[in-house]
């Protein structure tokens, strides 16, 4: 047997690993749900809720959820129902990065806290 002769090609997709990805998706946004909750819970409890920071973290881990649910989750199914080329991929990389960018702005925002008090 030739040296590699299991191994995948480059540039080849392995399912197995995108329906793992495509599991741990669907868990992480169930999972996800609590984020915001204890946010809202110990906001309250402080009595931080009036501060903009809050109310800009929690419209961003709202739109981060939205796109989560409404558009990267779907879109992972379609492409694993029906492989093509590529371009699904590819746009999905997109709104994943949007995804990832909004979570980073948010613990920018938990960290830095400005106009707290």
């Known amino acids: 047997m030739p040296a590699g002769a299991g191994a995948e090609q480059a540039g080849e997709r392995n399912e197995a690993v995108a329906v793992l990805l495509h599991r741990i998706t669907r868990v992480y946004g169930l999972l996800g749900v ?3 909750v204890v946010g809202i819970v110990l906001g309250v ?3 931080r809720m009036a501060e903009i920071w809050i109310n800009i973290a929690m419209l961003l881990t709202a739109a981060a959820g939205l796109l989560l649910a409404l558009v990267i989750y779907p879109r992972q199914k379609a492409a ?14 997109m709104y994943s990065g949007i ?11 938990m960290i830095v806290r400005p106009g707290a008090d």
């Open 99 to 109: 995804y990832n960018l909004l979570w980073a702005i948010v613990v920018v925002l």
């Open 45 to 47: 409890v402080q009595g």
């Open 34 to 36: 609590v984020v915001p």
């Open 80 to 93: 694993l129902a029906e492989p093509d080329g590529g371009a699904r991929l590819r746009s999905l990389a």
